[in-house]
Nanobody
């Protein structure tokens, strides 16, 4: 019913920056009623998916210790979009980054968790 489309990944040298975006939209005949928490997760080869950062619809944020002070999560509720500004990137930040959102399509539907398809971030040393 809802799709999350990520963009902004790529290849960058260590110390560089990237900005990821993730836009939520309803598929055919589906409109988004509201979006609760949104977030970014990542998965490196051979590792489990891990939380990077989350943001509530009240703009409360939470970060993994490994990215605190380097990454900033934000959202634009009018555009149903969440962003991840990544600065001072390190080779260990290399992973596929996934967008996550809890979405209601009606007042009575309840929040359902959706995931994006993932975008590759590669940091070279």
């Amino acid at each position: 019913q809802v799709q999350l489309v990520e963009s902004g990944g790529g290849l960058v040298q260590a110390g560089g920056s990237l900005r990821l975006s993730c836009a939520a939209s309803g598929r055919i005949f589906t409109r988004i009623f509201s979006i609760g928490a949104m977030g970014w997760y990542r998965q490196a080869p051979g590792k489990q998916r891990e939380l990077v950062a989350t943001i509530t619809n009240g703009d409360n944020t939470n970060y993994a210790d490994s990215v605190k002070g380097r990454f900033t999560i934000s959202r634009d509720n009018a555009k149903n979009t969440v962003y991840l500004q990544m600065n001072s990137l390190k080779p260990e930040d290399t992973a596929v980054y996934y967008c996550n959102a809890w979405v209601e399509v009606s007042r009575s539907s309840g929040a359902i968790e959706y995931w994006g398809q993932g975008t590759q971030v590669t940091v070279s040393s």
